[in-house]
């Protein structure tokens, strides 16, 4: 029974990911055909596996050079520690960063990671994400959005995106 109950939760899988991910390569391309080069930045852990299937395909379709950032935070206590970049100083002044997360629930990571990257004076400051379930509670919007979702506050949307296991799905 479990694993009927576990596919009626399925809400992507690996094809319409894959799929979701090319749209929005797409996407950033339009908006951002003119720059020679871009920074996507991916919230450990998801965001940063999505921000790297978003560098392959924008590489594939465009001549836009794009660099790679993972940042890594205390998601439920941003202020306790410190926001670590990967790799460290990177040049971002006068670029267009994409900050790239999984789920955009409440927008309170995005915000939170936002002031990391506003220090760098960055020529604009953009946000991709695969399922935005519309609760925000920090000025944060997404840019570019895969899937839209409107959730209750107790449910969940969890991502995979390993080998085992390879979707999303709504607990």
């Given at each position: 029974m479990a694993p009927q109950l576990q596919e009626q939760n399925l809400i992507l899988d690996k094809a319409q990911i894959e799929q979701k991910v090319m749209r929005i390569a797409y996407?950033?391309?339009?908006?951002?055909?003119e720059e020679r080069e871009l920074v996507l930045a991916g919230?450990?852990?998801?965001?940063?596996?999505?921000?790297?299937?978003?560098?392959?395909?924008?590489?594939?379709?465009?001549?836009?050079?794009?660099q790679l950032l993972s940042i890594t935070l205390n998601k439920t206590a941003p202020l306790n520690e410190p926001i670590i970049l990967e790799p460290e100083q990177p040049t971002l002044s006068g670029k267009v960063i994409v900050l790239v997360d999984d789920v955009l629930n409440t927008g309170k990571t995005l915000a939170?990671?936002?002031?990391?990257?506003?220090?760098?004076n960055p020529k604009k400051v953009e946000i991709a994400t695969l399922v935005d379930r519309h609760h925000p509670l920090y000025p944060v919007a997404a840019t570019y959005t895969g899937y839209s979702l409107a959730t209750t506050m107790n449910e969940h949307i969890m991502v995979y995106l390993n080998e085992e296991k390879y979707g999303a799905y709504l607990h």
């Open positions: 996407q950033i391309y339009e908006k951002n055909f919230i450990h852990e998801n965001g940063y596996t999505l921000a790297q299937m978003l560098a392959a395909k924008l590489q594939a379709i465009s001549p836009i050079q794009v939170y990671t936002l002031n990391t990257f506003l220090a760098h």
